[in-house]
Every structure is written in structure tokens, then in C-alpha cells.
């Protein structure tokens, strides 16, 4: 059991004396998951695709679409100062994510067939956004990676731009991942988000 002990302590700092325990501050996003909604009326699918046309969310592309994911990252590390070097010692990463979505006010009354279309576009829209949170997770945990294992530099200054520049570039990869598949979707008509 000592030897066992004394073995650990001696890895520990001969590890430590490596730097292998430099970025050990590690801490999973923080996320927040929000919805609202907006109301249709209607007992026919092309009555709900025109309130889902006149009253949805605006898409990147200027365009109303039946729903919408919206994702907003936030970031901060912390530096530490050692050996005339300056490093990262933590990172957090805030992810607020929001669903809008139609909400059917008057489903009761409506035909079964109508109530199934519904139904289906229900369970799209849930795929649809599930790949949106899980993206958005991605690029926060990229973000945290990423920054964790950044190199010390020779000032707070040069760490803050190199910090700035890995998190600026992969916002911009997973923003392009995001229109991409809204793109390729027809904002998710493509996956089922339609009623026609």
C-alpha cells in the first residue's frame, strides 16, 4: 500500500515536473437550453404552412422558416505566469441555445390525417434540433480543447491573441457547419419540416 502511494507521488511529480499537469483545469460547457414558440391556426396543411410562412423565425438567409435553432457562445480563460511564460490555467465556455417553434392552437377538431402530418413534422423538427444542439456542444467543447492546450507564449499579450484567434476561427467553422446544413436542408423541409 506505501509503495503504491510513494509510486503515485513520484509520477505525479515527475509528471508535474514535465508540465503534463499544466492544463489540468478542465470544465465541461456550461449550457443552457431555451424555447418559445409562436401560434398557427388552421385545419388544413396548407392553412399551417401559410401561418408557418407569415409568423416563423427569419433565417441567415432573410427568409421566414417553420422553426429555428440560434445558438450563442460565450468564452473567458484564465492566464497564469510562469518561468517568463505566460499560460492558459482554465477555460469556461457558456452555450445558450433557443428553439422557436410553431405551436398548433387549434389541433383538437382536426382531421387524423392532418393530426399525423402534424405529428411528423413534430418529430423532424426534434431531429432537426437535436443536430443543432449537438453541433453547437461541439464547437463549445472545440473551444475549450482547443484553448486548454495552447501553448505558453512569452507574454499575457501574444496568449490573449493566439486564445482570440483559435476561438474566432472555430466560431467561424461551426457558424459554417450551421448554414451549410440549413443550406442543404431547405432550413430542414428536406428532413420532414414541412407539411406539404
Known sequence: MIRTHLLVFFMVIILGGYGFFSNLAIAAPLVHIGASSYTVNGQSSLILSSEMDLKGPVGTDGNRHPAKTKWDLQWR???KEQNGQCGVESVQVS????HIKP????????????VSRWLSFEEALSKIQNHHVDLAIEAATAIEDNVLDVVPQKSCADL??????????????????KTDYEEATNFGRHNGLTLL
Open 77 to 79: 480563460f484564465k492566464h
Open 95 to 98: 452555450l445558450g441555445i433557443t
Open 103 to 114: 405551436v398548433w392552437r387549434d389541433k383538437v377538431g382536426a382531421s387524423e390525417s392532418l
Open 160 to 177: 490573449n491573441v493566439v486564445v482570440e484567434g483559435i476561438v474566432r476561427n472555430i466560431k467561424e467553422k461551426y457558424r459554417t457547419l
